[in-house]
Nanobody, 113 residues
C-alpha cells in the first residue's frame, strides 16, 4: 500500500488548508489512520487519528482547530486545518496501520505570521 499526501502550501496565519491522503488500495483493513507532523529541528509528533469505527483523537495543540475525516469508499483521509498558526508550520505525514505501519511522503505546510 502506498499513501499519497497532498494539499500543503503557504498560508497566512488564521487561514485554512485541507490535507488529503489517498491510499492505492482499500483502507478498510486499517484500524487507525491519521497524521503526524514534523517541524524543522523537532521530532515527529502526532496530530490526529481516526479509527475504522470513527473514533477520533487530537493532539492538545490543535483541538478545536483541526478536524479529521475518513472516506473508506474513496480510500481517503482528510485533515481540515483552520485558524492556522505559525507554529503549525511543519511537514505533515499521513499514516495507516493494520498489521503494518505505512507512511505517506509528507506535504509541507507553511504558515506565515
Amino acid at each position: 500500500v502506498q499513501l499519497q499526501a497532498s494539499g500543503g502550501g503557504l498560508v497566512q496565519a488564521g487561514g485554512s488548508l485541507r490535507l488529503s491522503c489517498e491510499a492505492t488500495e482499500s483502507i478498510f483493513s486499517f484500524d487507525v489512520m491519521g497524521w503526524y507532523r514534523q517541524a524543522p529541528g523537532k521530532q515527529r509528533d502526532l496530530v490526529a487519528t481516526i479509527t475504522c469505527g470513527g473514533t477520533i483523537n487530537f493532539a492538545d495543540s490543535i483541538k478545536g482547530r483541526f478536524t479529521i475525516s475518513r472516506d473508506n469508499a474513496k480510500k481517503m483521509v482528510y485533515l481540515q486545518m483552520n485558524s492556522l498558526k505559525p507554529e503549525d508550520t511543519a511537514v505533515y505525514y499521513c499514516f495507516a496501520r493494520n498489521y503494518y505501519l505505512y507512511w505517506g511522503q509528507g506535504t509541507l505546510v507553511t504558515v506565515s505570521s
